[in-house]
């Protein structure tokens, strides 16, 4: 079983709609969750970083950590051509600052 | 808003070759990070560094593979006799302390023929 599972999509949606990403893990040491989106030939770009479980909104973006069922989700409100990307999610394991990705889910917003 | 910075955006390099490929992560940071992305995979870590030292490293980065801190600005992966299989973008990042996000910059491709 893999570390950390992601859809790798691709995910199309029409521009307004709410996108909903999904990452499941496989240990439970895993403490911090965070969500990178990545344009294509260009490095990850933070979006959201969550410690417990619980829901973190920022902007458009809500950032969901249930550890109980060790899945993180992401979502997007108002989705725009712009979010179309590839989003990551990453994750570390207790006593390691190393991330460990998940494959990415390609996005696409369609105008 | 502050960033990090990898120069040079592509390298590409003869098989056998050594490569140094350079980051200026984002001044008041402390954590330094490399990893690597091969095509069509995921973003794997290679190797921490604080306070002028390795403190992890994967399986990876092997004795192929060196990190260094010349100087107070520059972060730098060096890999010597590069192999085809070395071919990837690698990403360069930095984080204020261990367990604050790291942010990234946008990656050297590194070509090997």
């Known amino acids: 079983q893999k570390e950390v599972e992601q859809d790798p999509g691709p995910l199309s949606v029409p521009e307004g709609a709410i996108v909903s990403l999904n990452c499941t893990y496989s240990n439970s040491a895993f403490q911090y969750f965070m969500w990178y989106r990545q344009y294509s030939r260009k490095g990850p770009e933070l979006l959201m970083y969550?410690?417990?479980?619980g829901n973190k909104e920022d902007g458009r973006f809500t950032a969901q950590v249930d550890k109980s069922s060790k899945y993180i989700s992401l979502f997007i409100r108002d989705s725009q051509p712009s979010d179309s990307a590839t989003y990551l999610c990453a994750m570390t394991l207790e006593g390691t600052y190393k991330y460990i990705f998940g494959t990415g889910t390609r996005l696409k917003v369609l105008a | 808003e502050p960033e990090v910075t990898q120069t040079p955006s592509h390298q590409v390099t003869q098989m056998g070759q050594e490569v140094i490929l350079r980051c200026v992560p984002i001044s008041n940071h402390l954590y330094f990070y490399w990893y690597r992305q091969i095509l069509g995979q995921k973003v794997e870590f290679l190797v921490s560094?604080?306070?002028?030292?390795?403190?992890?490293k994967s399986e990876i980065f092997d004795d192929q593979f060196s990190v260094e801190r010349p100087d107070g600005s520059n972060f730098t992966l060096k890999i010597r006799s590069t192999k085809l299989e070395d071919s990837a973008m690698y990403f360069c990042?930095?984080?204020?302390?261990?367990?604050?996000?790291?942010?990234f910059g946008d990656g050297t491709r590194l070509s090997i023929l």
């Open positions: 969550t410690y417990s479980s």
């Open positions: 990042a930095s984080g204020g302390t261990g367990s604050q996000p790291q942010h």
């Open positions: 560094f604080y306070n002028n030292e390795i403190s992890e």
